[in-house]
């Protein structure tokens, strides 16, 4: 059905935004900045949603359905623009039942998150995090025959849960690294991809799990995903084996890693996300075989100016009574 078009859209930003993205933004919407950049609070958000045609979120704003409610009582509010590809901090629904559409931005991090994954592969079971510790504390004794073993990366298994953009991109790295590719997706991949990425493809998670030595989580969190890795699944893996997450916390049971962790369950993990971010479980920090990030898969100059243009694009569209290019489906 055609729109009629909002010629110069209020556009209310929950973040700062890199500079010229957002004095792009300035010039083509009547734009509002949040100035001070903390993460806005329940009660502003609400406010902001009451207010604008536009909402731009991150991560880090909870677009529960009280905001949506107020976005829809302002009677102006009809899309988020989300910064980032994620949209789990939105509550879909609701914001369907509403009609105002979702947006996010897939595509221009895909590459960046891929490194960061592939990073902590090379890190965990190296110890990056532990050697560099040992250097900048000075007590470094110099090279030892015995000293800073890890294990090799060459010839392991690498299993990957969700082989959408980012899981494609970790299994194309992956394979550079000597690694074979397995993965467990809800689609089977078409049979040129699978043979390209050399990956085999395992219906059956569990059985999956029991069988690599690495497990990267590359999928959306969804209701279906949620603590998809827990204490049983934590019992189902290797003892030697390490989990890679750079997709959200809460596909994690995080309590039953530290667990696993703590047991020797599980040998390591490599985490870049938190399950109540940014609070991290205590137990991790004192855990060996953890390398931490704070949330930084898609930390590029490039990519997050990549982001701006695409949150530009879509309210574009949108302003101009189109279907915006990244609307996202429930
Ligand atoms: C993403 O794009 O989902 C990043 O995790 C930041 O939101």
New binding site residues.
């Given amino acids: 059905r055609p729109r009629p078009k909002v010629p110069r859209p209020k556009v209310i930003v929950t973040r700062r935004l890199p500079q010229p993205v957002e004095t792009r933004m300035a010039e083509l919407f009547d734009v509002e900045l949040n100035l001070d950049d903390s993460p806005m609070s329940a009660a502003a958000l609400a406010d902001a949603a009451g207010r604008c045609d536009v909402l731009v979120p991150?991560?880090t704003d909870e677009i529960d359905a009280a905001v949506l409610a107020a976005g829809a009582a302002g009677g102006r509010l009809k899309l988020l623009a989300n910064f980032?590809?994620?949209v789990d901090h939105i509550d879909l629904s609701a914001a369907r039942a509403h009609r105002i559409a979702t947006t996010n931005?897939p595509g221009v991090?895909t590459d960046d998150t891929a490194d960061m994954v592939m990073a902590l592969i090379l890190s965990v079971p190296r110890r990056l995090g532990e050697g560099e510790k040992l250097v900048r504390s000075g007590e470094w004794l110099g090279w030892s025959p015995t000293g800073m073993l890890g294990h090799r990366i060459t010839g392991k298994r690498l299993g990957i849960i969700g082989m959408g953009r980012i899981g494609r991109a970790v299994a194309t790295r992956a394979r550079a690294f000597g690694l074979t590719v397995h993965y467990h997706n809800r689609h089977r991949l078409p049979a040129e991809v699978e043979s390209e990425l050399e990956a085999t493809w395992w219906q059956n998670l569990d059985a999956m799990l029991a069988r690599v030595d690495f497990i990267t989580l590359n999928c959306p969190h969804t209701p279906e995903t949620h603590h998809l890795i827990d204490a049983r699944r934590f019992a189902l893996m290797q003892r030697h084996a390490y989990l890679i997450n750079a997709a959200r916390g809460e596909i994690v049971d995080e309590n039953a890693l530290c667990e696993a962790l703590a047991a020797g369950r599980i040998a390591g993990a490599g985490l870049d996300v938190f399950e109540r971010e940014p609070a991290v479980d205590p137990r991790l920090l004192e855990l060996p075989g953890v390398v931490l990030l704070p949330?930084m898969?898609?930390a590029t100059f490039e990519g997050r100016q990549a982001m701006g243009e695409k949150v530009i694009a879509n309210i574009r569209v949108w302003a101009d009574g189109h279907r915006p290019p990244d609307l996202v489906l429930e």
């Fill in positions: 991150t991560v980032g590809v994620g931005t991090l949330h898969g898609s």
